[in-house]
Nanobody, 118 residues
Framework: QVQLVESGGGLVQAGGSLRLSCAASGSIFSILSINAMGWYRQAPGKQRELVAVISNSGSTNYADSVKGRFSISRDNVKNTVYLQMNMLKPEDTAVYYC?????????WGQGTQVTVSS
């Protein structure tokens, strides 16, 4: 079992920046079973969508809508993944969820609200 705790959400004006953090905890076996971590988001009335993902090897993948503005990184010592969000737009407003892909079911965080005002 992997537990994920997100932090860093909030209210920001368009053009501003936020940095989200997600710390993973659990047994050594469960942590070692993680092969990728990522961020998803869900806006009101919309489906949850992938924002960015980073593998254990460091390879990354981004949604087209955030390329060039968002950057995902991870600290394997701290078992933490970060999402640096720059040039935020009102359409980035959503609940952002941390995700861990691993053996067995994925793990999800509780979500953190990001609101971008115009």
């Amino acid at each position: 079992q992997v537990q994920l705790v997100e932090s860093g959400g909030g209210l920001v004006q368009a053009g501003g920046s936020l940095r989200l953090s997600c710390a993973a905890s659990g047994s050594i076996f469960s942590i070692l079973s993680i092969n990728a971590m990522g961020w998803y988001r869900q806006a009101p009335g919309k489906q949850r969508e992938l924002v960015a993902v980073i593998s254990n090897s460091g390879s990354t993948n981004y949604a087209d809508s955030v390329k060039g503005r968002f950057s995902i990184s991870r600290d394997n010592v701290k078992n933490t993944v970060y999402l640096q969000m720059n040039m935020l737009k009102p359409e980035d407003t959503a609940v952002y969820y941390c995700n861990a892909r691993k053996m067995g079911p994925d793990s999800w965080g509780q979500g953190t609200q990001v609101t971008v005002s115009s």
